[in-house]
T-cell receptor, first 110, second 115 residues
Framework: DTAVSQTPKYLVTQMGNDKSIKCEQN?????MYWYKQDSKKFLKIMFS???????INETVPNRFSPKSPDKAHLNLHINSLELGDSAVYFC?????????FGPGTRLTVL | AQSVTQPDIHITVSEGASLELRCNYS??????LFWYVQSPGQGLQLLLK??????LVQGIKGFEAEFKRSQSSFNLRKPSVHWSDAAEYFC?????????????FGAGTRLAVHP
């Protein structure tokens, strides 16, 4: 059983398109996160939800909109994709400080 | 503000050699400290964590780390490296933001292993 899963694993798209990434966790955790990992492997937190409520919103362009339909799911929708959005996006969940990560979604914007 | 510094961007060791990856943190209270490993094309996997108690913690895959409060360090060690240990290693400290938990990650150390 996969604890934190993401779909799709790879996403290749053109500039200007809109795309979504989905995340699901079956650990019963209350908190979920989205991270962006750039080409230098630096991990930057983007958003965090606790029981469907947005609690962390770092400086992220408003083209990025997270949605949490329930506490087991956290989706990320990106409008008007730009070249600089190319990265690996990780979902994670936690109940305390320890976070459990999904396998990542590699987004390539052409 | 909380921060994590991993001074070494790249480290190369020979298979069978010992390994130490450095991590320094800045945090006002007793920190919660973590080491994660990211194998190529994979997500992050927890190697070990320190919350309190014994300052030498054991993790998976034969790794250990020692918390030294006086040096604000949490260095990761392994006595004998295997080729499969080649990966990116991240140190992290648990902090609070707006009353909620968050992890602050270091920039990572890339480990290469020579046969």
């Amino acid at each position: 059983d996969t604890a934190v899963s993401q779909t799709p694993k790879y996403l290749v798209t053109q500039m200007g398109n809109d795309k979504s990434i989905k995340c699901e966790q079956n650990l019963g955790h209350d908190t979920m996160y989205w991270y962006k990992q750039d080409s230098k492997k630096f991990l930057k937190i983007m958003f965090s939800y606790n029981n469907k409520e947005l609690i962390i919103n770092e400086t992220v362009p408003n083209r990025f909109s997270p949605k949490s339909p329930d506490k087991a799911h956290l989706n990320l929708h990106i409008n008007s994709l730009e070249l600089g959005d190319s990265a690996v996006y990780f979902c994670a969940s936690s109940q305390t400080f320890e976070q459990f990560f999904g396998p990542g979604t590699r987004l390539t914007v052409l | 503000a909380q921060s994590v510094t991993q001074p070494d961007i790249h480290i190369t060791v020979s298979e069978g050699a010992s390994l130490e990856l450095r991590c320094n943190y800045s945090y006002g209270a007793t920190p919660y400290l973590f080491w994660y490993v990211q194998s190529p094309g994979q997500g992050l996997q927890l190697l070990l964590k320190y919350f309190s108690g014994d300052t030498l913690v054991q993790g998976i895959k034969g790794f250990e780390a020692e918390f030294k409060r006086s040096q604000s360090s949490f260095n990761l060690r392994k006595p004998s490296v295997h080729w499969s240990d080649a990966a990116e290693y991240f140190c992290a400290v648990g902090g609070r933001s707006g009353g909620y938990n968050k992890l602050i990650f270091g920039a990572g150390t890339r480990l290469a292993v020579h046969p």
